[in-house]
Structures are given as C-alpha cells and as structure tokens.
C-alpha cells in the first residue's frame, strides 16, 4: 500500500504534529511504502523572509529524520525539489470547482486569524491535491484538520477521471481517533499559529516552563482534582497505556498532589518519549551534509515517479 503524507515548514515541530502525524507516519513506514515531504511550497503561504524559510526547511528535514524516518524505506523529499508537482496543480485546478475551494475550512479559519487573503492561500487545497495524486497514494495520515483537503483531492480526481479517463488512484485519509486533534496549552486544537503550541525539540527548563503555562482551573491543593476536561491530563494521556491513564486519574482524586505536579509529571513524559529523537537530532545537526544527501536521493526517486506520472496525464488531456 503507498501511503504519503506531509508537514509544512513553519518552524519548530510540536506536539500536535508529533501525535497527529509523525509518530502514526512512522509506524507506518514499516509494514507500507512510504511518500513524506516537507510542503514548502505550502510554507510560501505564510512566509514573508527567504533565509527562515530555508532555514525552517532544513529544521524540518533534520527534526523528520530524527523522529525516526528511515531514508532507506522510506521516500523523503523537500517538495520543492520535485517541482512537477506545480505543472500538475495547474492541471487539476481546471477541474476544481470554485464552490469546492470556497467551502474550505482552513481557508476561512486562516484569514479569520490574519493571514492575508491570497490566490496561493485559496488554492492551497489544489496543490496538495497534486501533491497526493502525482504518486498514486492511496492512504493519507493527518491530523482531524486536514481530512477535508484528502476529501477534496477525491473530488478533483473523480472529475478528472470522468473526463478524461481513470488516470488517478482516489486517496482515503487516515485518522486515528484518539490523536485527531492534539489540544494546545489553552485547550484549542495545537497549532504555532495559534501561539499555542509545545515544541517537541526544546530545552528541559524552557519545557517545563511552556508545560507550566497549560491552563487549569484553581482548585486548592488537597482537595480532588478533576481529571476529565483537564488539558494537562489530556496531554498526558497520549503518551500512557490504559493501565498508567487509570494510575493518573487516581492521583487526581486522591487530592495529595496539586496542577503544579501534573505539569511535572508531564514535562518527564515528553523529555523521556524524546530522549532517543534528540540524539538523533543532534547527530543530523552535525552531518547536515548527509541531510542534503538524503534529501537529494529522495527527490531523485519521488521525481522519476513524477515525470513518469506527468507523461501519463500530459498525453490525456493533449499537451504537446
Ligand atoms: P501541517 O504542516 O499544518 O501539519 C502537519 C500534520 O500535523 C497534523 N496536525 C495535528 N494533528 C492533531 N492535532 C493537532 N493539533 C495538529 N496540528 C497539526 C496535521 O493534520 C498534518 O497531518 N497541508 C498540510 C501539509 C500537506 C500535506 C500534503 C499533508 C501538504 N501536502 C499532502 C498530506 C498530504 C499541512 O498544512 O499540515
């Protein structure tokens, strides 16, 4: 089975991405055939300086690898450096309705928060349209977020299909149900752009100290505490069997311990799911050249499959 999936490069990797995203992505990579890429042309969205977006984008690649993508199995490339995926974004917008792209959550969310209104903004679902159809995926790990842009992919390739012929294999997402939308410290769904985020990557004192902005109500120490709609048990949870989640809400309703513990014991949980990433980290961060390496060979790869593909689609639809 291929599945693909992508991340933006907007800076530092959190929680959200890391559990809604990566961690599924890398389990995947095991048992599947395995696409990743960092969307940088998705980034150019919300970009407004060359040297952070290059910058981001090697952040990406490193914090990616160290999490665990293994360049042997798996595809991993920087969009951007497989750039047939543009000319296939102009195709398939001839066969995405306006009506499609204006009922698009994302859209609406992102210029509600302030990003400004622009024609890459409204068709950002289009490229990643292309992004999945140009290799044939047929499985999409995100996060709850993105299930409408896999919906939408399937559309545009159904129309496609009817018209000229079944070229396009129609994705399915995947959505694991307990990771689809990771809360922030505020209790919004995660996101860097809602300044809400915990990044995976930080040092332990900032960690605990991001750890310990998590809002909570102010029940005094001793009394009961309310494990249920509390976003530091939330948090916690998703790095806990069921037997450890039991032991936790235990703790909450003996009373002994107060927010301020929980924030702790949370603060240990991330350090310690991320101990083997950072060294990883820091070995990359010192053989950068073996990042572009890698980088190198995966568009190679995803790139011979692109220009095979474009082949295909350029004689269908009569493009000298
Ligand atoms: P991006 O970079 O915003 O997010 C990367 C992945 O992380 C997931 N995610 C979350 N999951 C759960 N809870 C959260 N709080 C949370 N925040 C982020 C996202 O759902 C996503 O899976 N458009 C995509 C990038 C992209 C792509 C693609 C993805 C471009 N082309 C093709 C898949 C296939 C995006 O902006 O993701």
Redesign the pocket.
Do not use: E, R
């Given at each position: 089975m291929r599945v693909?999936?992508?991340?933006?490069a907007?800076g530092k990797l959190?929680?959200?991405?890391y559990?809604?995203?990566?961690k599924p992505m890398i389990e995947l990579q095991e048992e599947h055939e395995l696409f990743t890429?960092i969307?940088n042309y998705?980034s150019l969205t919300s970009s407004k300086d060359a040297e952070m977006l290059r910058q981001y984008t090697l952040d990406a690649a490193v914090d990616y690898l160290a999490i665990g993508i293994d360049p042997k199995k798996t595809t991993f490339w920087v969009?951007s450096q497989v750039p047939q995926v543009l000319e296939l974004y102009w195709i398939l917008s001839k066969f995405t309705p306006m009506g499609l792209l204006e009922r698009a959550h994302?859209y609406k969310d992102k210029v509600a928060k302030g990003i400004p209104a622009s024609h890459a903004l409204f068709s950002?679902p289009v490229?990643?349209a292309a992004?999945?159809l140009l290799f044939d995926?047929q499985k999409?790990?995100?996060?709850?977020?993105?299930i409408q842009?896999?919906e939408m992919t399937r559309d545009i390739a159904i129309k496609f299909n009817n018209e000229y012929g079944e070229l396009f294999v129609l994705p399915e997402h995947m959505v694991q149900d307990e990771?689809?939308?990771?809360?922030?410290i505020d209790g919004q769904?995660?996101?860097k752009s809602y300044g809400n985020a915990i990044e995976i990557f930080m040092d332990e004192k900032p960690l605990q100290k991001r750890c310990n902005k998590i809002v909570s109500s102010s029940t005094p120490l001793g009394e009961p505490l309310e494990w249920e709609g509390c976003h530091i048990y939330n948090l916690a949870a998703l790095f806990l069997d069921e037997e450890a989640k039991k032991e936790l809400q235990a703790r909450y309703k003996s009373g002994k311990e107060g927010y301020g513990h929980f924030k702790k014991y949370l603060k240990e949980l991330i350090w310690e799911e991320l101990a083997e990433a950072r060294e990883r980290r820091e070995y990359y961060l010192n053989h950068m050249d073996e990042v572009h390496d890698i980088l190198a060979m995966g568009a190679k790869k995803a790139g011979d499959i692109a220009t095979e593909k474009m082949e295909k689609v350029r004689e269908a639809i009569g493009l000298l």
């Open positions: 693909l999936t992508g991340i933006q907007s959190h929680i959200g991405n559990f809604g995203a990566m890429f969307a998705h969009q994302s950002y490229l990643m992004d999945i995926t999409v790990p995100v996060g709850k977020d993105q842009h896999v990771v689809a939308t990771i809360p922030g769904k995660m996101s």
